[in-house]
């Protein structure tokens, strides 16, 4: 298909918008890789589901706004773009991010600590009547295992009465 000027310009343009969204979608692994602790296999797998994730961005840019076809002002747009976004907006974003995440990770911190507070009073309103049944269990349990050895050995002394006999 033929574009005219102004189409090539804003295919070029949003190809640029593209590099963009790719360059944002790795300070997303970046970010988080900083806020969560990574084993070097876990970093691997992120890293190749990244460039599928960009392949695949690509690959839907080129069919749908470029028609399908291999534009080589394209791959340029969109490589510019990336290089742009890391130059100018890559270290704000990281920064920003990192922080709304580590905020968020403190306000959940806090706010399952209050949802446990009443869980925390239950547990302490039924530990005393709970400890002292287990205790009462756990002295009957012992009773029934001293019976049950004393029956063991009583079996055994019978068996070897009867094997004496045969």
């Excluded at 080129?62 to 990336?82: D, K, Q, S, T, W």
């Excluded at 269990?137 to 050895?149: D, I, S």
Aim: cysteine-free.
């Amino acid at each position: 298909m033929i574009l005219s000027m102004s189409g090539q310009a804003w295919l070029f343009l949003s190809a640029v918008l593209t590099g963009g969204a790719i360059g944002l979608l790795y300070d997303a692994f970046r970010v988080f890789r900083k806020t969560t602790p990574h084993s070097k296999l876990a970093v691997q797998i992120e890293d190749v589901v990244f460039w599928i994730a960009a392949t695949g961005l690509t690959f839907y840019y080129m069919l749908h706004r470029n028609y399908g076809e291999i534009r080589p002002f394209v791959l340029v747009g969109i490589a510019l773009g990336i290089v742009l976004y890391f130059a100018t907006l890559s270290r704000l974003v990281l920064v920003v991010f990192v922080a709304i995440v580590e905020y968020m990770k403190k306000v959940v911190i806090v706010a399952v600590r209050i949802i446990m507070v009443p869980l925390r009073v239950v547990v302490a309103w039924l530990e005393p009547p709970l400890h002292k049944a287990y205790k009462a269990t756990n002295k009957k349990a012992r009773r029934v295992k001293l019976y049950g050895r004393n029956k063991l050995r009583k079996a055994s002394q019978d068996i070897r009465i009867l094997r004496k006999k045969v």
